[in-house]
């Protein structure tokens, strides 16, 4: 009502943890509703599209890898598969399940992260994983047991956990040998039965009930949940290779952010685990749509606030999926496919833990690189994000202040946006008047 306090007031939150890079948010309410929605990111830009130009497109990989400190298997294996299409080059079988084993470690623990340490203290009222430990220290153990198996999967097949320096154009430098492999296969069990656990554990938090109307994108495969490749399915219909994908997708520089933001034939879109789970959940195996099934979103799910459950069904997935790679392992010979350099233009699309990451380079006959695109998921869910606080803002006009932004914190954290590679804090700001 006019007058009230609630309809004329400004909030500031400085400091929030728990998201990777620095930016803000404001939030303007004039007369009762909801005027303006942006979240601006202010996080310097590094020019890795730049720095990739006049290099050698075997570089990229390398180079693309340093873009994140948690998702450098994404970038790199991304990066090769635009090079490996502009050169025409068709990884074995072998260098493929490599490849796939290799991004399970990355999805095991980005998602152990998150679920554990950045999202789940949001739902017991906790500013960080220390104070939610002192609650629950079992299943902050559990996070962090589940995370170091993704590090060691990703150490012994990547050659280290971060920027792994054993990924290669056409595949590895150095294939692991089977009992290399075998000896992951009881850890990978054991995580399995930890990522169990956690589902059970975020399928009991309360959520707010919300639901939303999202445009899906993320890759389909036809055959298999999909991580390393595929082509891009959208939820009203769409199939798209990913060179038709990316001419399709414009990103748009705002002036009140750093990140472009992108649109998909003019339209804002979701990428990340609601939509690979919406898109892909009848590609599951059997242990993960039980999982889904105990998590209460067998049907399918349009909750951003319980796209924590999503993310523990495919923490499922993941260990799961790893431990049948893990035994089915048989050592590419050779590690690597030979090649000789061309000139052309090559597309790669993967699913990083957060979402869909676009590479895209052109090449002149020699190999060099003359033009790099990079679209991380942050940049394609930004708007998703906006509207998202929109909705949640315009549905809790009468919380007290610490209430609407705590939940506008939380609507923010269930993307988990990877606004840089560290992690910084997010301003919040709601401005009534």
Known sequence: MPGDERNDRVIEVHGLARVEGEGSLKVAISNGEVTDVALTIFEPPRFFEAMLVGR????????????CGICPVAYQLTACAAIEDAYGIQPSAEVAALRR?????????????????LHAPDFFGCADAVELAKLDRSAIERGLRLKRMGNQLM??????????????????????QESEISGLIDPLLRARDDALATLEWVAGFDFPDVERDYRFVALRTGH??????????????????????????????????????????????????????????????????????????????????????VRAIELVFACDEALRLARAYSPPSPSAATFEPRGG???????????????????????????????????????????????????????????????????????????????HFLDVEIDRR
Not at 102 to 113: F, M, R, T, V
Not at 156 to 175: D, K, Q, T
């Open 224 to 309: 298999n949940y999909p991580i390393e490749s595929g082509f891009v399915a959208t939820s009203d219909g769409l199939e798209l290779s990913p060179r038709a994908f990316a001419e399709r997708v414009d990103e748009q520089h705002v002036e009140r952010s750093t990140a472009l933001q992108a649109r998909l034939d003019g339209e804002a879109y979701l990428t990340g685990p609601l939509a690979r789970f919406a898109l892909n959940k009848d590609h599951l195996p059997a242990i993960a749509l039980e999982a889904a099934r105990r998590g209460g979103i067998a049907d399918g799910c349009t909750n951003p606030f319980k796209s924590i459950i």
């Open 155 to 176: 150490e012994l097949v990547g050659g280290r956990a971060v920027h792994p320096v054993n990924i290669r154009v056409g595949g590895f430098y150095r294939s692991p």
């Open 345 to 423: 233009t090559g597309h790669g699309v993967t699913e990083a833990p957060r979402g869909l990451l676009l590479n895209r380079y052109v090449l002149d006959p020699d190999g060099t690189i003359l033009l790099a695109r990079i679209m991380p998921p942050t940049s394609q869910n930004q708007l998703s994000i906006e509207t998202d606080l929109r909705q949640v803002v315009e549905a809790g006009l009468e919380l007290s202040a610490d209430a609407l932004t705590s939940r506008c914190e939380l609507a923010v954290r269930n993307h988990d946006p990877c606004i840089s590679c560290a992690a």
């Open 56 to 67: 050698d497109g075997t570089e990229a990989p390398d180079i693309t890898s340093r873009i």
């Open 101 to 117: 084993l290799l991004y399970c470690g990355e999805w095991i623990q980005s998602h152990a992260l998150h679920i554990h340490l």
